[in-house]
């Protein structure tokens, strides 16, 4: 009987692989029944394969390139979070300067709720912008 189960844990970042120290434990059965004429017999076999797999080399350039990448797909999420904001806030104000607005008793009133008209916010508050001599 032959047993290997194979491989390092592999840590993935794109397309950067990182292998990884593993330990597997493999528990194994094989077994037979044979009937001729008169005679039965059984033969069985148990056990476990402990296998430890470490990685050649060190991991110190995977590691230092891994916290790059995940620097970088940080910094891609918060653009996309950007962008996304940014197009609410201008689909609100071409929604505006067309002379709709969404229904205030609408679930989605949250959506344009904090864009609002430059006139307008300083009309309604014009004790902000009064400057002193």
Request: glycine letters at 8%; aromatic letters at 10%.
């Amino acid at each position: 009987m032959n047993i290997n189960n194979g491989m390092t844990g592999k840590q993935q970042f794109g397309t950067l692989v990182c292998s990884q120290p593993t330990m597997a434990f493999t528990p194994f059965y094989t077994g037979n029944d044979a009937q001729g004429g008169e005679t039965y017999s059984i033969n069985e076999g148990w056990g476990l394969q402990l296998s430890f797999m470490i990685p050649l080399g060190d991991n110190e350039t995977c590691n230092e390139i891994s916290k790059i990448k995940l620097e970088l797909a940080k910094e891609e999420l918060n653009k996309q979070e950007h962008d996304k904001q940014l197009v609410r806030v201008l689909k609100c104000s071409q929604l505006h300067a067309s002379g709709y607005m969404i229904n205030p008793n609408s679930k989605f009133a949250y959506i344009c709720s904090d864009v609002i008209n430059i006139r307008s916010y300083v009309k309604a508050n014009a004790e902000k912008f009064k400057t002193t001599n």
